[in-house]
């Protein structure tokens, strides 16, 4: 376990990931607003530090916008990639900020795992397992990338705070997500909404995957990977 910060293992993942989830692709015109008229007065050095980060958020989408460009249609009857097909070339924005292409990877085998928000128990989990993991899934020669909708600021965060060691990927637009199939109705106490079906996608050194988890439980997921990759 990383010494700054302990994992939020007891819980409980459905409810609060579905409330945060629901409450982040709702948005809310109100609390923008408020904050804006909060922001108010602020210090020109503080306008200046905010420029700097918008700059940053339109670089970041742009790659969104090229990504979208490049997104293939589901490419089964179920939706989204299954054992044997190919992964699409999509390019997304890092943990940095950078672009990301998933056809650089070719001829390496790696894991991509869908989650549905950064810093969230669940999600906490999941990470802080491939986190603990690390060593061997190098040992196996499988790259860890993780995909969630949050944006690079957020990733990089989320990575500093429990030491994560791996390449986090920023698929605000959901281009990735509706790739892989992923991005699917849910229902959390009654209520229907959008969001990310935790997911894993194994996928080999020719860029085919190799087998896909759906509907992730956390608890053991890291070490069913590492059996099917060893």
Not at 45 to 62: F, L, M, N, T, V
Not at 75 to 82: D, I, N, R
Request: net charge neutral; charged share 30%; hydrophobic share 30%.
């Amino acid at each position: 376990m990383h010494g700054s910060e302990a994992c939020a293992c007891d819980c409980g993942e459905g409810h609060e990931e579905g409330v945060r989830e629901g409450r982040s692709e709702g948005g809310g015109e109100g609390g923008t607003e408020g904050r804006g008229k909060k922001d108010q007065g602020r210090p020109e050095g503080e306008g200046r530090r905010e420029s700097g980060a918008e700059a940053r958020s339109e670089g970041s989408q742009r790659l969104q916008v090229a990504a979208k460009a490049k997104a293939p249609k589901a490419s089964s009857a179920k939706g989204g990639l299954q054992a044997g097909d190919a992964v699409p070339a999509l390019e997304l924005a890092d943990h940095d900020g950078k672009a990301f292409s998933l056809g650089d990877l070719h001829g390496e085998s790696y894991l991509i795992y869908f989650y549905p928000k950064d810093d969230t128990p669940g999600c906490t989990r999941e990470a802080c397992a491939f986190r603990d993991d690390a060593g061997k899934f190098e040992r196996a020669k499988v790259r860890v990338i993780g995909v969630s909708p949050d944006k690079p600021e957020a990733h990089t965060r989320f990575r500093a705070k429990y030491g994560l060691p791996f390449t986090l990927l920023s698929d605000a637009d959901k281009v990735a997500a509706n790739a892989f199939g992923v991005w699917v109705k849910k229902q959390n106490y009654g209520r229907e909404y959008m969001g990310i079906e935790r997911s894993t996608f194994l996928v080999d050194e020719s860029g085919k995957v190799k087998k896909v988890w759906r509907n992730v439980k956390v608890d053991g997921h890291s070490q069913a990977i590492l059996a099917e990759a060893e």
